[in-house]
């Protein structure tokens, strides 16, 4: 059997490279990536807690599958806008599109 | 003494447990034994299978098809084989190496995987997996990482746009497909296609025939087909996504699309047409692989059938057909099919959901009345929309070409 | 602690995931950084499965590789800027990176501490896959998140359309 915090120290390693994704890539495709994988390491932390606690239960592999629904989601948003984004300015790096900063 | 197949298996348990072996390493053989014959025989199926296609088309083509090679041309393939395997894999310059060589693997794989939880008899399955149908949803879509990948990384313009038609095409019919899925499922009441065929009583065509047309066309589709092959229609876009492969490369992409048709008829045969099931082949499981067999072939005839006799769509018409046509009346018929279901089992008092041939003849009649009266609506539909297309290209009174007087052009 | 079969298999594919992360944050081209994402989901989809949890492996495969992937790629295809190489990353990186490193290490520190040797308290049951099902359907169970996220996803549906559209 291996150990809860190992699935943990996992979860947790993915989601710091996807924080670092997101706070150090200048090109808004690569962020999304990032926030794919900081979802991800959710819902591997999610799924091995419903494992080792309440395998009996269903609450675990429900919150889990709504992650998935809410993800898919807001992949197809955020990338219709960085579409139509490139439509307009040309560029996709995000220190380039700043018409509304101060 | 008829089950073989239980014999063979537990002969080699015995041979090694007689080694010391433990179950790890026994489920870990069996694994290995079971994919090694199951590639090894698609492999060798695939030139059996080009071989009927090609002297099929070519009959439906008024000509002979391939008779040089070999008695009847049986060994073309082989010759065809031998000569992709010889030639050079021309890579382009620019070409991105890593997505270039891993396309064609990928969608040989993604054909190759779905045959592991295809059952062959009733105690011949690769694996037993508790949520199968969707396992075979999820590595078909594999398919479709693969045609972007050749696309982009031949560093080739038509090669990314015809990938990029040919997702459009291939993700827009994975919807019917999944639909058409839900169908068998919501049938035997599981996942698990060993199940599902076990639950066959009466084969699902009878019970849902429109399903099964549905989700062959679908499948056709996905395969990418004739009619729907404008991904690599040669007068068209010249060859589409693959353009820039050669050799062993291109010989896989060819053999990924040959046995992906394959496997849609063996598909539509597992789900729809009962599988292994037949006379005496729950006895004698040897006679369920020949039974499946034939089903396979039976499809895979109507498919080629279909490719040699239609004209080619274009995109355009692809994707309304998809999502104007198909993906509606799938919403509907699994609507109606799941409603009159539940309305049936709660009013009928002798409605059983599973059992035999006899206990399931409530259960198909009305499921069967059901599929007919929405098939018959589709068609009726189908044509008023045609009545009025005609009309309205009648209307627009379209003045006739003015041609030059005979001789004077000459 | 013993090597068990199950501790290879884990051990495998956590280091796709985590290598396919470390690829996609720290490539420089991106339609690799496509690809190693991929290599990380597939891995996470592993280790579903290592957790017994064969439904959401599978369904990780269908829609995070299946369809989110493909969707990733073929932005990057089409908004791909032909004007020479640029950086990758931004320059207060050092800084995300310290950043990163701390919260990893905030993380570790109270999880581990917190169930450090923690075995599994039972077996999933069999019927797992029913129960799902079930709870999809019923007003005790999970009935309105399902019907709210099919809501949130034929909005989605609708703004991506609309977003993207000439």
Request: proline share 4%; hydrophobic share 60%; with cysteine.
């Amino acid at each position: 059997m291996i150990p809860l915090h190992w699935y943990l120290i996992v979860a947790g390693a993915l989601f710091c490279l996807g924080l670092y994704g997101i706070l150090a890539r200048r090109n808004a495709v690569a962020i999304l990536m990032s926030i794919e994988l900081v979802l991800n390491s959710v819902n591997l932390n999610l799924v091995a807690f419903w494992r080792y606690l309440a395998p009996e239960t269903v609450n675990g592999q429900m919150f889990a599958i709504i992650v998935f629904a809410v993800a898919a989601a807001e992949a197809a948003v955020g990338l219709g806008l960085i579409i139509s984004i490139y439509r307009n300015r040309q560029t996709v790096i995000v220190e380039d599109i700043n018409l509304l900063k101060w | 003494m008829l089950d073989i197949f239980t014999l063979i298996g537990d002969w080699i348990t015995g041979l090694l447990e007689s080694i010391g072996a433990g179950p790890v390493v026994i489920d870990l053989v069996f694994g290995f034994i079971g994919s090694f014959i199951i590639i090894n025989f698609l492999l060798i199926m695939a030139l059996v299978i080009i071989w009927i296609e090609r002297k099929l088309i070519g009959r439906i083509q008024a000509r002979i098809g391939p008779n040089r090679v070999g008695p009847w041309g049986i060994f073309q393939n082989v010759a065809d084989v031998l000569k992709l395997m010889t030639k050079e894999i021309i890579i382009p310059t620019g070409a991105d190496l890593i997505p270039f060589m891993l396309a064609p693997i990928i969608s040989v794989a993604s054909v190759f995987l779905i045959w592991a939880v295809v059952p062959f008899a009733r105690t011949a399955v690769g694996t037993t997996v508790t949520v199968g149908v969707l396992y075979i949803v999820a590595v078909s879509s594999l398919s479709i990482l693969s045609v972007l990948l050749a696309g982009w990384s031949s560093n080739n313009k038509y090669a990314l746009l015809g990938a990029f038609r040919a997702v459009a095409m291939l993700v827009s019919y994975e919807v019917p497909i999944i639909l058409m899925l839900l169908i068998p499922v919501m049938l035997a009441g599981t996942m698990d296609v060993l199940q599902i065929v076990e639950q066959q009583g009466i084969w699902y065509v009878f019970m849902a025939p429109l399903a099964t047309l549905i989700f062959f066309v679908a499948s056709h589709a996905e395969a990418a087909r004739s009619p729907f092959d404008t991904l690599e229609a040669e007068s068209e876009i010249v060859a589409g996504f693959h353009i820039e492969y050669s050799g062993m490369a291109f010989a896989m992409f060819y053999l990924a699309e040959f046995l992906h048709s394959f496997t849609v008829g063996a598909l539509v045969a597992t789900f729809f047409l009962g599988g292994w099931r037949g006379p005496f082949a729950a006895e004698v499981p040897v006679l369920g692989v020949i039974y499946f067999f034939i089903k396979t072939f039976a499809v895979y005839f109507i498919n080629i059938w279909a490719r040699g006799t239609l004209p080619r769509l274009r995109i355009d018409q692809v994707m309304d057909f998809c999502w104007k046509f198909l993906i509606p009346l799938s919403l509907v018929l699994v609507m109606l099919m799941v409603l009159a279901d539940k309305v049936a089992a709660a009013v009928f008092p002798g409605y059983a959901a599973v059992g035999g041939f006899v206990d399931l003849l409530p259960r198909a009649a009305v499921l069967l009345i059901v599929n007919v009266l929405v098939g018959a609506a589709a068609v009726g539909w189908v044509i008023r929309q045609g009545r009025r297309e005609r009309e309205r290209l009648a209307a627009m009174e379209i003045a006739p070409i003015e041609r030059p007087a005979a001789g004077a052009a000459k | 602690m013993e090597i068990t079969p199950l501790t290879i298999t884990f051990g495998i594919f956590a280091i796709f995931a985590l290598g396919g992360g470390l690829g996609v944050v720290l490539s420089r081209n991106l339609l690799h950084a496509a690809l190693y994402l991929i290599l990380s989901l597939f891995g996470i989809a592993g280790l579903f499965i290592t957790l017994e949890a064969p439904f959401l492996a599978i369904v990780q495969v269908l829609v995070y590789i299946g369809a989110i992937s493909i969707l990733i790629t073929i932005t990057i295809m089409v908004t791909r800027r032909v004007m020479g190489v640029t950086d990758s990353v931004n320059n207060q990186w050092p800084v995300a990176a310290i950043g990163a490193l701390f919260t990893f290490g905030a993380i570790v520190f109270v999880l581990v501490s917190n169930f450090h040797g923690r075995v599994a308290a039972g077996d999933v049951p069999a019927d797992m896959i029913e129960r799902i099902g079930l709870a999809f359907a019923s007003p005790q169970g999970y009935l309105l998140p399902f019907e709210v996220a099919s809501l949130l996803l034929l909005a989605a549906l609708i703004g991506a359309i609309v977003v993207a559209r000439e």
